[in-house]
Nanobody, 121 residues
Framework: QVHLVESGGGLVQPGGSLRLSCAAS????????MGWYRQAPGQQRELVAA???????NYADSVKGRFTISRDNAKNTVYLQMNSLKPEDTDVYYC???????????????WGQGTQVTVSS
């Protein structure tokens, strides 16, 4: 059993910052890519940022230069530093991880429960 637990969402004014965290726990041998997605009501879930186990990153064009993804492999944790937030960043943010269980070698996709980010004055 694997769990992804997110934290750090909330209400922030335009131009403000938030830092999301997502910790993976449970039956884990290794973690490949980790990432953050977001989804508005009635919309498809979209990639915000992703990071490989080696540290290579990928960002949606809408967040480049404002958001930074990082990870701590020793803690099985991924972070999303969000700066210069805009009202259009308001969404539910979901953590995603590609995890290899102890019995390997195939990896499985896991999702967190989601955390609300609201950017409003």
């Amino acid at each position: 059993q694997v769990h992804l637990v997110e934290s750090g969402g909330g209400l922030v004014q335009p131009g403000g910052s938030l830092r999301l965290s997502c910790a993976a726990s449970g039956s884990i041998s290794s973690i490949n890519a980790m990432g953050w997605y977001r989804q508005a009501p009635g919309q498809q879930r979209e990639l915000v940022a992703a990071i490989t186990s080696g540290g290579s990153t990928n960002y949606a064009d809408s967040v480049k230069g404002r958001f930074t993804i990082s990870r701590d492999n020793a803690k099985n944790t991924v972070y999303l530093q969000m700066n210069s937030l805009k009202p259009e960043d308001t969404d539910v943010y979901y953590c995603n991880a590609d995890i290899v269980p102890p019995y390997g070698p195939l990896a499985y996709d896991y999702w967190g429960q989601g955390t609300q980010v609201t950017v409003s004055s």
